[in-house]
Every structure is written in C-alpha cells, then in structure tokens.
C-alpha cells in the first residue's frame, strides 16, 4: 500500500509547506505537523488547508495536488484551444473543475497537455475567465 502525499496551506502564514504527518483523535483530525525547510512545525486543523496528491505528474514531471491549476493547451492542427481547471476531489475521485463551482471533467488519460500553473491559494487570479497564456 502506497502511503498518501500532502502538503498544507497554512492560512495565518499566507504559504504552503509539505507535510510531515497528521494525527487524529477520536476520527477527527487534531494536529498536522509540517516541514519547511527542515523545520517541523506544528498547526491546528483551523489554520490548514490540505490537500492530497493525485499521484499524477504534468507534462513538466511536476506533482500534481489537490487546489493546483493546470493550464491545457491542445494545439493539433486546425484546432487551438486552452483551458485553466482548479483539482478536486469528488465522487471519489480527482476531477478538473471550472471556475463556476459546478463543471467537472474526469481527468484524461493524456496528462502531455497539462501544466501546473499554481494552485487555489496563492494564485486564486488564474482561475478568471481568459487566463490562459499562449
């Protein structure tokens, strides 16, 4: 069994840090230790946002997480296109959403089209209708 990979937004630092465990009682998250740098630090589950790998990499080899952004560029001939798409998890399973809250994909299987451009937290902006680069 392959043990799950997390990091953490920590809301009162403003910044995102791997996570190095988390520990529960009683079926309820009581404490996520993370690591910065070398440092473990401890938070209350108040103060985080985490967020479970997918266990996927972008065209970059770049892990992709729960609230990143991938951007996706398919430009075969004659057809150009591009879209931005926040992860989440839902209906057990990772899906590509839209900014609307509502519309999700299904991951495809081709993930050469796909690069993480940030995530939810640190780059909210990149959601905003028309933010694909060319």
Not at 90 to 115: P, Q, V
Request: aromatic letters at 12%; charged letters at 25%.
């Amino acid at each position: 069994m392959v043990a799950q990979k997390f990091r953490a937004w920590i809301k009162s630092k403003q910044r995102m840090e791997s996570v190095a465990s988390m520990t529960w009682h009683k079926d309820e998250l009581s404490r996520i230790t993370t690591r910065l740098n070398g440092v473990l630090s401890a938070h209350l589950p108040d103060d985080i946002a985490h967020m479970r790998s997918t266990g996927l990499f972008d065209k970059t080899d770049v892990e992709i997480f729960e609230g990143d952004i991938l951007e996706w560029h398919y430009s075969e001939v004659p057809l150009q296109q591009c879209g931005v798409y926040a992860i989440t998890w839902k209906n057990g399973a990772f899906r590509l959403g839209l900014n609307d809250g509502e519309t999700l994909f299904d991951f495809i299987d081709d993930l050469d089209w796909f690069e993480v451009v940030g995530n939810i937290y640190e780059n909210p902006d990149l959601l905003e209708v028309g933010a694909c680069s060319n």
